[in-house]
């Protein structure tokens, strides 16, 4: 079975201030793929990232990083000096091979505090 | 972006009353996802559709269908609405399985 797990349902950082998302994983896939997607306030789901199970190499793009951790099931997405416009809920999904199939998690709503 | 496109974007509907989502897509996806979204569940799949007239349940199919006659129209009908359907409706593509989906901008459906 596969299964996405966010804890934390909100969390309120001021602006410049640094944030991490957590994400926790369950599959039994040997090859599996994981997702960031922003859902801003205007409500449109935005993809920001995919990474297979091969690659653990920490991804960096602008303010955005990526934290693959097989041994911990972990797949954390951190914010570099957040800013007002990073506020939106942010799900993490799983999909295993060939699967066709999103599995999401239930989101964090973050809100960066001007 | 992926060119998807939702109609209607909003309704309210009664119970017991058939309703017709409408997703339309550019970008030649095989691939094309129903979800819906509810608080404190993420996304659930609905049905999916791996190519014209090619489709199967997901994880929340009970008291939908769907249909998909063209590549770039995929149909999710309620056959006789219920109050437990209210929900934001989410259509997807993707090129192929396991990569990324690319999602519409969604349809909030009140049954009331």
């Known amino acids: 079975a596969q299964k996405v797990t966010q804890a934390q349902t909100e969390i309120s950082v001021v602006e410049k201030e640094d944030v991490t998302l957590d994400c926790v994983y369950e599959?039994?896939?040997?090859?599996?793929?994981l997702f960031w997607y922003k859902q801003p306030p205007s409500g449109e789901l935005v993809f920001l990232i995919r990474?297979?199970?091969?690659?653990?190499q920490n991804e960096i793009s602008g303010r955005y990083s990526w934290n693959f951790q097989k041994s911990t099931s972990s797949f954390n997405f951190t914010i570099t000096a957040s800013q007002v416009v990073d506020s939106a809920v942010y799900f993490c999904?799983?999909?295993?091979?060939?699967?066709?199939?999103?599995?999401f998690g239930t989101g964090t709503r973050l809100t960066v505090i001007p | 972006d992926a060119g998807i496109t939702q109609s209607p974007r909003h309704k309210v509907t009664e119970t017991g009353t058939p309703v017709t989502l409408r997703c339309h897509q550019t970008?030649?996806?095989?691939?094309m996802y129903w979800y819906r979204q509810d608080p404190g569940h993420g996304l659930r799949l609905i049905h999916y559709?791996?190519?014209?007239?090619?489709?199967d349940k997901g994880e929340v199919s009970d008291g939908y269908s769907v249909s998909r006659s063209k590549t770039e129209d995929f149909l999710l009908t309620l056959e006789s609405a219920t109050s437990s359907q209210t929900s934001v409706y989410f259509c997807?593509?993707?090129?192929?399985?396991?990569?990324?989906?690319?999602f519409g901008p969604g349809t909030r459906l009140t049954v009331t």
């Open positions: 997807a593509t993707s090129g192929q399985p396991s990569y990324e989906q690319y």
């Open positions: 599959t039994r896939d040997t090859t599996y793929y």
């Open positions: 990474r297979n199970s091969f690659d653990e």
């Open positions: 999904a799983l999909s295993g091979t060939g699967a066709n199939n999103l599995f």
């Open positions: 970008e030649n996806h095989r691939y």
């Open positions: 559709s791996y190519g014209v007239k090619d489709t």
